[in-house]
């Protein structure tokens, strides 16, 4: 992308491919100098007026319109490119006398049309057009700057056409310089992933960087930031940053979690987003219009009537960076529920499976509480001969207890709902957590005390049973019991 400038301030990412930002023009219209092309159209800038043996001359600093884009061109005093030119790829920008640039005058061109060949600000666009040719068509010989030198003898009279400038477009020049010392290429950008271990659903904080080529960062350059395997979410202290400034800058920040967006770095020259692991290996791609090392030109089709050149890059080139990380694997727990006397396992127990405090759920692989329909911990049941149970998937590193719901059959008597039997243990990425919880059994008498002596019954089941002999006597003995009783009342009646 290229980068359009606001009035007097900010520069903001253009949308769309790659815009065409291209070299400063600057054409005359006086006696004895070539006359722009028919119908040139004028972009942003500012026309200069100088006197020259009492006449008033017009000249063009600024940019022109071709093809819909704002064109900056070199080669001093040639004609100016008509809207409808066409134009090929060229090759590297060289000075009006065929001279190679020095790497830092290169390195300020393209940092220049970078951040301002865009521009729709009169005054920017005259100070842009004035540094560039003041770089690309240097006086070189005595009286080349002189007015009426034939046009591919022309140098640009650099002090003239400062001292012509408003002071707005005189302050942009010195800011311009400035602005292209310290930051010229070649940038640097990095990615940096959060430390430690990073888990599904929860978010962690990313942070970009761009610098100069001195070390330092640069603010206000739009990053474009892609992420794979996770959503994008803006970090607290860039939210808070975007909002403070200007919102016509066209870079809001995000308002929700999303693939990609695009933010500015801040002062420091950093973005800091959150990113949400959604995968096993979340990554984070940052991409961004940097200066080119050597900006290039384009040439016009047809070269017979000494067109000006101009850049077809913009100055411009596109980095990225990139960083990736793997989310912690899960972790299982295996619960085994044991006879404390026996050591053997125990089905049909249910116990929650809970955190370090025994109450809250433990958490799963995506960050969410493991819990059952009823809102609760998650409940297990062990079940086999070795009384056993699994829980997959669960987030690690956390600790997690297991602890029991109602005891099985036979092992009622031990528990105690108010402090029920659990087993607690530290969860590792990719491990299995084993937990043993033990029952003591149910105690029953092996003999019944006999005589006064208090008795305790043990809680268990008694069976009993009868014969058919044993009932037959019973009736016997009834039948005899009541002869006995029939013979002794009729004795004390005869008396």
């Not at 109602?406 to 029920?420: Q, S």
């Amino acid at each position: 992308m290229g980068w359009i400038s606001r009035p007097r301030a900010r520069w903001r990412a253009a949308t769309g491919l790659v815009a065409t930002a291209l070299l400063g023009a600057l054409s005359a219209t006086a006696p004895g100098i070539a006359s722009a092309a028919p119908d040139p159209v004028k972009g942003p800038g500012l026309p200069i007026v100088h006197n020259e043996g009492g006449t008033n001359y017009e000249d063009w600093l600024g940019s022109y319109k071709v093809g819909g884009k704002n064109v900056f061109c070199v080669r001093f005093h040639l004609k100016a490119p008509g809207s409808d030119e066409a134009y090929q790829p060229g090759d590297e920008l060289l000075t009006k006398w065929g001279e190679k640039l020095q790497p830092d005058v290169a390195g300020n061109i393209s940092y220049l049309l970078l951040r301002y060949g865009n521009t729709s600000d009169n005054d920017e666009a005259a100070a842009l057009a004035h540094l560039l040719h003041s770089w690309t068509a240097k006086s070189r010989t005595p009286g080349d700057t002189d007015f009426g030198t034939p046009p591919d003898k022309a140098a640009y009279p650099e002090q003239k056409y400062f001292d012509a400038l408003p002071a707005d477009a005189k302050n942009d020049v010195a800011k311009m310089k400035t602005e292209a010392e310290a930051n010229r290429g070649p940038w640097t950008a990095s990615v940096t992933a959060p430390k430690g271990d990073q888990h599904l659903g929860q978010p962690a904080t990313w942070t970009v960087t761009v610098k100069n080529s001195k070390g330092k960062g640069i603010p206000d350059v739009p990053v474009k930031l892609t992420a794979t395997d996770g959503t994008i979410g803006q970090a607290d202290k860039q939210a808070d940053a975007e909002k403070a400034s200007d919102s016509s800058s066209g870079n809001s920040a995000p308002q929700a979690a999303q693939k990609d967006t695009t933010i500015k770095t801040d002062a420091n020259g950093t973005v800091t987003v959150k990113v949400t692991p959604a995968g096993d290996q979340p990554k984070l791609v940052a991409s961004l219009s940097a200066p080119a090392d050597k900006p290039t030109v384009q040439n016009p089709v047809n070269t017979k009537d000494g067109i000006q050149s101009v850049v077809g890059t913009g100055g411009e080139k596109q980095l990225t960076a990139q960083g990736v990380v793997a989310v912690a694997k899960p972790g299982k727990v295996q619960v085994t529920k044991t006879d404390a006397k026996t050591g053997k396992g125990i089905g049909g127990a249910t116990l929650r499976v809970t955190g370090k405090d025994r109450k809250t759920a433990a958490t799963s692989q995506d960050g969410k509480p493991l819990t059952g329909p009823d809102g609760q911990p998650a409940v297990v049941t062990t079940s086999g001969d070795n009384g056993t149970a699994t829980v997959e998937n669960l987030l690690a590193p956390q600790e997690v207890c297991v602890v029991e719901v109602n005891a099985p059959p036979g092992y009622t008597n031990a528990f105690d709902p108010n402090n029920p039997p659990a087993a607690c243990g530290s969860l590792t990425p990719g491990g299995t957590l084993a937990l043993t919880v033990a029952n003591t059994p149910n105690e029953v008498p092996h003999a019944i005390p006999a005589g006064d002596l208090p008795v305790t019954m043990a809680k268990g089941t008694v069976e009993t049973s009868f014969s058919t002999a044993g009932i037959a006597g019973l009736a016997a003995l009834v039948l005899v019991g009541s002869a006995l009783v029939g013979f002794a009342a009729r004795r004390s009646a005869r008396r």
